[in-house]
């Protein structure tokens, strides 16, 4: 196990950055449609929406090699910037996030509910609070892991059971939760830009996962209390612990909570009105979706925003409105690399759809799946594999599904599997490997932790301790999606199984 892990490391730590992938990309996108156009390739395109007695129109390339696509790259590289559909999504949606993480309140939240579960109920206390983590950026990877160790160190149980737990919550659970995250706008933005390859005016929502991202969170809990249960703690109990060590957890400040907790109530009461009353802002339709789905990441922001700045300013976290603008620096601060790889990804991405080449291989590809009248099942695990293979190598989220998104969602589309699905199905394969991937940046905080039990402890001992859960958490997850497929439940608001 060591050897192969060491191997996939050395392979993924010779891969260039994903801002140099991108404009690599670019690069050979503008390469292969100078080829394609000198070439005349050409694909005949039917709509997937089309009638059979519509006539077929031609698709071929455009070449950004000549001095009409030269011209098109110069005069569209900051405009291909500042429209790319997630940038603006995730800066609002993380901003209030970033104030409520930074003012103390969400790793206070976490601290608070950990304490208050008894031992009995610890092990599918710990795993859920690590699926709901996800709300908070990444703070559960730093706030949990040391409170589940403590936790279960207290209770007389192996912290490293504990700390198992929380990592599988954190981070295979990932893409689960019972509201709206930061993940949802951000790849909602890639499968918005991928589908429009396809239908120009397609959107979609944020919330268009939303019931089964729910739905799984309940489910993946259980999955991993039975893990932990069975094979993971029977495991760590033969391991000697050493007890000295006992981590740090963050502190909650009472009163400070209270006044966050009652903010938390305010506003989430005035968006549930504002929803229901007749002619209030966010009662009805919008463009597409109801208006409080098209307003959920202004809600989002807001509902971090407002609780995050009372807590630090009852907690005295902040003492001024500077504070307050400090930390909403820090959080665009700590985006920098999100941001640097959301220009070069909108370069490629608009790259690859003024060539047509997008288009043309999608059109390909999805006539070829239509003639091998492969099931919609069994396409969606294939393609969660490739994903789940694919986050051992590269482990962001948002540069892996920059890559996949533009050839699978339309490609998916020409066969009548809705990008809605092509993203939960993304989602469920990004998550399920997080947790054994040497690539994971926050594999080094659980190594550390670790060892302050285990001295001789390694990466290899973490991922022996967390390959239960990668194989419990696939094959339920995989089979829980193909379920709901069968049973033709929508996926979310707005989310719909099928194209077409």
């Known amino acids: 196990m060591p050897s192969l892990l060491d191997h996939i490391e050395n392979i993924g730590n010779r891969l260039p950055h994903p801002a140099i ?57 900051v405009t291909n910037f500042v429209q790319f559909p997630p940038l603006g999504i995730v800066l609002v949606g993380m901003l209030g996030i970033g104030v409520a ?44 892991p040391p409170i589940a160790a403590l936790l279960f160190l207290l209770g007389g149980r192996s912290p490293l059971a504990g700390i198992a737990a929380a990592f599988a919550g ?36 944020v919330t268009a996962n939303w019931w089964f991202m729910a739905a799984s969170t309940g489910l993946l809990t259980l999955v991993g209390w039975l893990v932990t249960a069975q094979w993971v703690e029977p495991r760590v109990n033969r391991i000697a612990i050493n007890t000295s060590a006992e981590p740090d957890v963050a502190a909650s400040v009472p009163g400070a909570m209270r006044r966050a907790l009652l903010a938390t109530l305010v506003v989430g009461g005035i968006f549930f009105a504002l929803v229901l009353i007749p002619e209030a802002p966010l009662y009805g339709i919008g463009k597409r979706f109801p208006r409080w789905v098209e307003a959920t990441v202004p809600m989002l922001f807001i509902l971090f925003l407002v609780p995050g700045i009372v807590y630090g300013l009852a907690s005295g976290t902040f003492r001024s409105n500077r504070d307050i603008a400090d930390a909403m620096g820090e959080t665009f601060a700590s985006l920098g690399p999100y941001i640097v790889l959301a220009f070069f990804a909108a370069q490629f991405i608009e790259a690859f759809k003024y060539s047509h080449l997008g288009e043309m291989l999608a059109i390909s590809g999805g006539q070829l799946l239509t003639e091998l009248a492969i099931p919609m099942s069994a396409l969606i695990t294939i393609f969660i594999f490739v994903v789940m293979f694919g986050n051992l190598l590269v482990g962001s989220a948002s540069a892996k599904y920059a890559f996949f998104a533009p050839v699978f969602v ?16 993304y989602r469920v394969g990004d998550s399920i490997t997080n947790i054994i991937t040497p690539l994971n940046p926050y594999m080094i905080i659980i190594v550390a932790l670790v060892q302050r039990f285990v001295a001789t402890a390694g990466i290899g001992t973490v991922v022996a301790l967390m390959l239960p859960y990668s194989i419990a958490f696939g094959i339920v997850w995989i089979a829980m999606l193909l379920v709901w497929i069968a049973l033709g439940l929508p996926l979310g608001p707005g989310g719909g199984l099928h194209y077409g």
């Open 101 to 144: 993480e930074r003012s103390g309140f969400i790793p206070a939240v976490l601290t608070g509910l950990a304490n208050r579960v008894g031992n009995r109920a610890l092990t599918p206390a710990v795993v859920l609070l690590g699926i709901l983590s996800s709300v908070g950026l990444d703070a559960g990877y730093v706030v949990l």
């Open 21 to 77: 992938l991108f404009a690599v990309a670019t690069v050979i996108v503008m390469l292969f449609s100078c080829i394609a156009s000198v070439l005349e390739w050409s694909v005949e395109k039917v709509s997937p929406l089309a009638e059979k007695s519509e006539s077929a129109s031609l698709v071929v390339p455009r070449n950004l090699l000549d001095s009409d696509g030269i011209w098109w790259l110069i005069s569209h590289l």
């Open 410 to 425: 339309p490609m998916f589309m020409y066969v009548g599997i809705s990008p809605e699905l092509t993203q939960v199905a």
């Open 170 to 205: 954190i981070s295979a659970g990932f893409s689960a939760n019972l509201v709206i995250t930061a993940i949802d706008p951000l790849l909602a933005g890639f499968t918005e830009a991928a589908a429009q390859f396809v239908a120009p005016d397609y959107r979609v929502a």
